[in-house]
């Protein structure tokens, strides 16, 4: 369970106008990514005289929220295909409305502008040795538009082989295009996102790890690198790091690897495209080419909660970008990073209360973009129960 082997004691190097101001809260949230953020702010918005903060362990935004590939995305047909046989057609039906209602909710928070919104459209790619899988998924695209037609929209998916030669692919024998998928700009995203939650009055405290818990009847005392906090309640949304607090919980991380080339010129590739059901994704961005995955070709050596890259997918990553996306093009890779996901046992976010005081959420399942908004209200409405 919760650590809470250590006694609070507040560091007397503070003064007592720092003790009396920034240290006691009435709700504290661990992360400041994207689940943290919104859920700060949805408390803050239904309680304006709550007093909030946020902890983040990081300078900016540790885990994935910053680090992700900007995907505005509710799933390739390959992916709804395996997502289907794992848990039946109802409820895929309903994880990709809040999918699609949390994409929404973020660009409604935001406004398209503020992050980089361009509906773009979305591609899977299939190679020719992939016959079987582009023959299956190719036969799924009536049912999964009619499947979406009352959530998304009418005809989201359909075949594009004409863009195959348009874009310089090579070994690619099928593309399938998604009208309503769309890319965003990560690094705007945050920013405006912070931004928000500052101008409603929420403190945000970076470089603050929490390293101890101890929760009593009526507070939580937090031990952290920066100093000793007290809250009345606290909401743990640190995602891929859940199990460094709530070490009891069946949650593994996921390293997603991600490289971007320099720019480009004449580049004529533009949108964003998956490959290898999921697997592999890659988009423009500014005349460059952004290209992440291959977690799957070490599953072991990459459910770490470790930054870092490895010859074996940085390699595969530039293997793709030469046979495959552009095999036209000289390019040269500009820039080398990874984020850390979070996934579990279901497709489905956790969102649970473990203590009259605490309540969590984790595993967005690599659609944190898509779900962050809403899981992070969820969270805040599961918040809202302890008040």
């Known amino acids: 369970m919760i650590k809470i082997s250590y006694i609070y004691q507040m560091n007397s190097s503070f003064s007592y106008w720092e003790q009396t101001s920034f240290f006691n809260y009435d709700i504290v949230v661990t992360g400041s990514g994207i689940v943290g953020l919104n859920c700060a702010i949805h408390l803050k918005k239904t309680y304006s005289n709550l007093k909030i903060a946020i902890l983040e362990r990081g300078f900016l935004p540790s885990g994935a929220s910053t680090k992700n590939a900007g995907f505005a ?12 046989n794992l848990i039946g057609t109802d409820r895929l039906a309903n994880l990709i409305e809040t999918r699609w ?7 409604n928070l935001l406004g398209d502008h503020n992050i980089d919104y ?10 020719k040795e992939e016959e079987v899988s582009s023959i299956r998924s190719v036969a799924k695209i009536e049912h999964f538009n009619k499947l979406l037609t009352d959530v998304v929209g009418k005809n989201t998916f359909s075949p594009a082989n004409e863009k195959i030669n348009a874009f310089g692919f090579d070994q690619v024998d099928q593309l399938i295009f998604n009208q ?17 939650a500052q101008q409603l009055g929420i403190t945000i405290l970076n470089n603050c790890e929490v390293e101890e818990i101890r929760n009593e009847a009526t507070s939580v005392y937090l031990k952290t690198n920066a100093g000793d906090f007290q809250c009345s309640r606290l909401a743990i949304a640190t995602n891929a790091f859940v199990q460094q607090l709530l070490p009891e919980l069946d949650v593994k991380p996921g390293r997603g690897q991600v490289l971007i080339t320099k720019p480009i010129p004449d580049l004529k590739l533009a949108g964003t495209f998956h490959y290898d059901k999921g697997f592999y994704y890659f988009r423009n961005i500014n005349q460059r080419i952004l290209l992440g995955g291959g977690r799957n070709l070490d599953f072991e050596t990459e459910q770490t909660s470790q930054f870092g890259e490895t010859n074996l997918i940085q390699s595969s990553l530039e293997e793709l970008l030469k046979t495959v ?9 500009d820039q080398r990073w990874s984020g850390i996901m979070s996934f579990g046992s279901t497709l489905e976010p956790l969102i649970k209360t473990v203590s009259p005081n605490i309540c969590y959420a984790t595993c967005c399942n690599g659609m944190g973009v898509a779900i962050g908004s809403q899981t992070g209200e969820d969270l805040a409405k599961e918040m809202i129960k302890l008040l």
């Open 73 to 84: 995305c509710f799933g390739s047909i390959s992916e709804l295909i395996e997502q289907e």
């Open 101 to 107: 209602k949390g994409l929404l909710k973020l660009r």
């Open 118 to 127: 361009q509906c773009l459209g979305g591609y899977e790619l299939f190679k």
């Open 180 to 196: 309503y998928e769309a890319q965003i700009d990560t690094g705007k995203m945050m920013f405006s996102l912070i931004s928000y």
């Open 325 to 333: 996306i552009l095999p036209q093009h000289h390019f040269e890779i």
